[in-house]
């Protein structure tokens, strides 16, 4: 039986992991951004670091402990090159991993671009930090890809996830 649809709407961070981008040529970033104020979430932080692992574990670990960030979202860095080290860096910070969500990630990449989809290492699920549940997800940087993620995977549950990761958490 399928859940009841959720209006729980978030306080979202999305960062940026790139080498080459600004906030002016982020078109990723602000792909993000424009679907979740769509959709009636709020972005309260937007930043981009370099592909280094102590800038990226440095910025989400400082967003984790505030507390009206409710969502991190990470786009870049999720690919097979030597510099994309993203998901390596991010992982020691999950207490649980959504294996679903990469999974269904790289299912919906393969109905659009084929095999190349296997190269995504895509990766979603939460911290908990200070007694509160976050939910993190590290998507790749294409626009596409971006679309993708947050339309048909992030979107239609964050509500729901938000209100799952809320149960017994202290106030």
């Not at 999305?14 to 040529?25: I, Y």
């Not at 299912?107 to 939910?135: C, H, N, Q």
Request: proline share 7%; hydrophobic share 40%; net charge negative.
């Amino acid at each position: 039986m399928p859940h009841q649809p959720s209006d729980t709407k978030a306080e979202i961070a999305v960062l940026t992991v790139s080498d080459t981008r600004s906030l002016e040529t982020d078109s990723s970033g602000q792909k993000i951004v424009e679907l979740l104020h769509a959709s009636g979430h709020t972005v309260s932080q937007r930043e981009i670091v370099r592909d280094e692992p102590d800038e990226i574990a440095t910025m989400v670990s400082g967003w984790a402990k505030e507390r009206n960030i409710q969502v991190i979202i990470v786009t870049g860095g999720t690919g097979p090159s030597q510099r994309d080290i993203t998901p390596d860096t991010l992982a020691p910070m999950f207490t649980t991993q959504l294996p679903g969500f990469g999974e269904l990630f790289r299912y919906l990449s393969f109905k659009e671009i084929g095999s190349a989809s296997m190269l995504s290492r895509a990766v979603g699920g939460w911290m908990d930090v200070d007694g509160t549940r976050k939910p993190m997800f590290v998507i790749p940087g294409s626009p596409k890809a971006v679309e993708l993620a947050l339309t048909q995977i992030i979107i239609p549950e964050l509500g729901h996830l938000l209100d799952v990761c809320s149960v017994g958490v202290k106030p």
